[in-house]
């Protein structure tokens, strides 16, 4: 793909996240309860850990043979009655979906919360193409008319708090003022059942799609996904094609963790395998299906042996709740629909590492995504491979670098070692005289002492002491 | 449209993999450990299983047999004050005969074949049977045919499952393997308990878009 002339900057967007005391406080309250959910749950299983291996090698044998089960899903979906089409890039995808609507003289559409979605705007295109539509899921709709973006892979207003909802819908509905949860969500479910009753065309993305059976899964807990496979006559899945796995059975696998991973629930409220027209004499379920399945920079990453392996990713969030880093920040400051340790990863990997070069930086290599990731995707490896690969690119700083070479030049010789230590001593040792604590230091070591004090060094090194000891 | 660029996408992909001819002999998919995977053996007492499940996933569950069901049921829909009911149309359902008993107490009890979807959104209630229900998770699987409607388990508030001992299968890899023995469906939906969400601050709501309250008639 090519590189994005998109702006960002990462330690701007995080700082103002990290003066945002609100904000702070509800991600660090809602990734806590789903971390805290996500371990009880993992430990109801056999074995967590060799069933997270397992679900990883059944997604790298999809991902190590995906030309064969991609054809193998194509014929199968063909073969239930259900339209396939290929979308390169994201452009392609929103214009098939376009011509699918215009096609079938589909005005309204509903529908559920998807990432991939989200990834090629594909809900503001359709709009300003005229069509109306609308975001189901509960999250989704309350980013969609607070003109706001999603913050976290599965729970998408984790930033926001129930007054802003209040708020907004207050606002949007013409009510009075009300922040309770339940009138809150009762309010939304009146205005969208009434969308759900009129749409022609539903939409979903998917969670797997299974290629020797060519049907989709969603899971869900509202029920909204459920009203878009239902109610419309024409259905369209939109899906990255990495999302393969082989057979029914891998489908076990997969629900026996994702929903432990996600939200520490042993099953989502609704499982939805679907992917068929409805057959003849049925009154509800949609007369039309379309599965497209997106590229959008996957093969470039597949092409990628080292990478390929981040393709495994079911989005299930549990990385996020468990990096220290997302806690602090949240969502938004990665610039990105992908958040968190594994957006780090593959927000660089889809649009490009020069524009994104901060957010392999964007993490303390802790290994807590690796640890709770249910497809064994090696995080913090592949973060240490990109920081390498920014080296290699030469896009760290100028001075950086020249930092680097300095450094190399006085460690390869004993002697320069020893005088810059000695040197290095002598001044922090004076620093320390007044108090006995380092308080300030200069330029690019200031932000240690700003937020901290440090001890002085010993008055004698460690080398003085092996000699006077010996 | 785009099917005329189908054989080239398959060849992207397989030139990212670093071939250039589709593999010759068929991919054979990691071995499922069931040592591992399994959470419920086959030979396990399910019905005990399940109904603890059933509980943990916030469905509400009443014992029943032949004899009383009709009665209970009843009892049920009136004391939620269901008017207008939906049902689906299997041999089960049938055998109760609940149409001139539920009509002796002004509830309007209509099969799937009398419904259209717009009267489907204002029903009270929707009665229906299932394909699986499954004792690891309690999920129950619906199977939608042209006798079982969608609408019947998805728009009212209010869901009644009549569940038998029969239907029980152990553990998810039961249910898909029991999936796999058919033609692949149009659909198939798990329920597992009332529709919620926890979007607003995290606080749990039931019943966002599908029924908040399930009611399971586990018939002995």
């Known amino acids: 793909m090519p590189e994005t002339a998109e702006k960002f900057n990462f330690n701007e967007l995080s700082e103002k996240a990290l003066g945002d005391k609100r904000l702070m406080l509800a991600v660090a309250s809602n990734t806590q309860r789903q971390y805290d959910g996500r371990q009880q749950r993992m430990a109801e299983l056999p074995n967590p850990d060799a069933l997270r291996e397992l679900a990883g090698q059944i ?13 193998q899903l194509v014929d199968s979906v063909r073969r239930n009655g259900g339209h396939v089409h290929f979308a390169s890039t994201g452009d392609d995808a929103r214009r098939i979906i376009l011509n699918i609507a215009k096609k079938a003289g589909c005005k309204r559409i509903i529908k559920s919360k998807s990432m991939v979605s989200e990834e090629i705007e594909l809900a503001h295109f359709l709009e300003s193409a005229g069509l109306d539509l609308v975001e189901t899921d509960l999250g989704e709709f309350i980013v969609q008319i607070s003109h706001d973006k999603p913050s976290h892979l599965v729970a998408p207003i984790m930033h926001k708090d129930r007054a802003s909802i209040a708020r907004l819908f207050s606002e949007y509905f013409h009510t009075p003022y009300n922040d309770d949860p339940e009138s809150l969500t009762k309010q939304a479910r009146a205005f969208l059942r009434d969308k759900f009753r009129h749409a022609d065309l539903g939409m979903t993305g998917a969670n797997f799609l299974i290629a020797q059976t060519g049907q989709v899964c969603v899971v869900e807990n509202e029920g909204n996904a459920r009203q878009s496979i239902t109610t419309p006559r024409v259905l369209v899945s939109l899906v990255g094609i990495e999302k393969i796995i082989p057979r029914l059975d891998d489908l076990a696998v997969m629900l026996k963790l994702l929903a432990r991973s996600a939200t520490g629930q042993p099953m989502t409220i609704y499982t939805n395998i679907f992917g068929a027209p409805r057959q003849s004499g049925e009154k509800d379920g949609s007369e039309e299906f379309h599965l497209v399945l997106l590229d959008n920079g996957r093969t470039e990453i597949l092409a990628d042996e080292e990478y390929r392996e981040t393709l495994r990713c079911i989005r299930c969030g549990a990385c996020l709740n468990a990096c220290p880093v997302y806690r602090k920040i949240g969502g938004h400051a990665y610039g990105s629909v992908y958040p968190g340790p594994i957006g780090a990863l593959i927000t660089p990997l889809f649009k490009g590492l020069g524009t994104f070069k901060d957010l392999p930086q964007a993490s303390s290599l802790c290994g807590a995504c690796y640890e709770a990731c249910p497809v064994k995707i090696n995080i913090p490896k592949h973060l240490i491979n990109m920081r390498r690969d920014i080296v290699r690119q030469h896009l760290n700083g100028r001075l950086e670098r020249m930092f680097y070479r300095l450094w190399a030049w006085g460690m390869r010789s004993p002697f320069l070692y020893g005088l810059i230590g000695s040197l290095q001593k002598f001044d922090l040792r004076r620093r320390a005289k007044k108090t006995g604590w ?33 | 449209m785009s099917d005329t660029t189908e054989p080239n996408l398959i060849a992207v992909v ?89 009509k002796s107490r002004d509830i309007d009890l209509k099969t799937w074949d009398e419904l259209t979807l717009d009267v489907a959104y204002e029903l009270d209630c929707g009665i229906t049977d299932v394909w699986a229900a499954v004792a690891e998770t309690a999920s129950l699987a619906i199977l939608p045919d042209t006798k079982h409607g969608r609408a019947l388990s ?21 249910l898909t393997r029991k999936m796999s023995a058919i033609q692949p469906p149009p659909q198939i939906t798990l329920i597992t308990g009332p529709s919620k969400t926890a979007d607003i601050e995290g606080s749990l709501v039931t019943g966002v878009h599908g029924p908040g309250f399930v009611q399971i008639f586990f018939l002995e």
């Open chain 1, 59 to 71: 997604k790298q044998h999809t991902l190590d043979n995906l030309d064969f089960y991609l054809q």
């Open chain 1, 438 to 470: 380092i308080q300030k230091l200069p330029m690019a070591a200031s932000g240690w002492t700003q937020v901290r004090d440090m001890p002085p060094p010993a008055r004698k090194t460690f080398h003085q002491l092996w000699k006077d000891r010996n």
């Open chain 2, 154 to 174: 998805l728009f009212p508030p209010i869901h009644i499952a009549i569940v038998e001992p029969k239907n029980l299968v152990a553990d998810l890899l039961d």
């Open chain 2, 14 to 102: 397989r030139k990212a993999l670093g071939r250039d001819q589709p593999i010759s002999t068929v991919p054979i998919p990691p071995a499922i450990d069931e040592s591992i995977a399994r959470l419920v053996d086959t030979g396990a007492d399910l019905r005990p299983l399940f109904l603890q499940n059933a509980a943990e996933a916030k469905f509400h569950i009443d014992l029943v047999n032949h004899e009383n069901l009709p009665e209970k049921l009843a009892a049920f829909l009136k004391s939620q004050n269901c008017q207008l009911v939906g049902m689906s149309i299997s041999p089960l359902l049938e055998k109760l005969d609940l149409k001139e008993s539920l």
